[in-house]
Nanobody, 127 residues
Framework: QVQLVESGGGLVQAGGSLKLSCAAS????????MGWFRQALGKEREFVVA????????YYGDPVKGRFTISRDNAKNTVYLQMNSLKPEDTAVYYC????????????????????WGQGTQVTVSS
């Protein structure tokens, strides 16, 4: 069982930055691919980015490439999402999720492969 708790959301002006954190419970954090997803009001959940258990591989969704950066600290059981050059269309509830990894460089963008989810944190970008 893995429990995930996101933090760091808030209100920011367009062009600004925010850094989200996701703290995980358990002693096998490095055996999970970690992903960030988001869901805007009235829209479907969207893949944002994922990082492998080793941290050596990442996969970014097109809308955030060049603006967002994912990282992880396995010693702290935490994954981060640095969001720069934020746009109003980035407004959403952001969720972190954990997918069991079958090798250390496994990355996954399909939500159905993620077994554990956090409660979400709201990010609002004003124009």
């Amino acid at each position: 069982q893995v429990q995930l708790v996101e933090s760091g959301g808030g209100l920011v002006q367009a062009g600004g930055s925010l850094k989200l954190s996701c703290a995980a419970s358990g002693r096998t954090f490095s055996s999970y691919c970690m992903g960030w997803f988001r869901q805007a009001l009235g829209k479907e959940r969207e893949f944002v980015v994922a990082i492998s258990g080793s941290g050596g591989s990442t996969y970014y969704g097109d809308p955030v490439k060049g603006r967002f950066t994912i990282s992880r600290d396995n010693a702290k059981n935490t994954v981060y999402l640095q969001m720069n050059s934020l746009k109003p269309e980035d407004t959403a509830v952001y969720y972190c999720a954990a997918a069991p990894a079958w090798h250390s460089n496994y990355v996954e963008r399909a939500a159905r492969k993620y077994e554990y989810w956090g409660q979400g944190t709201q990010v609002t970008v004003s124009s």
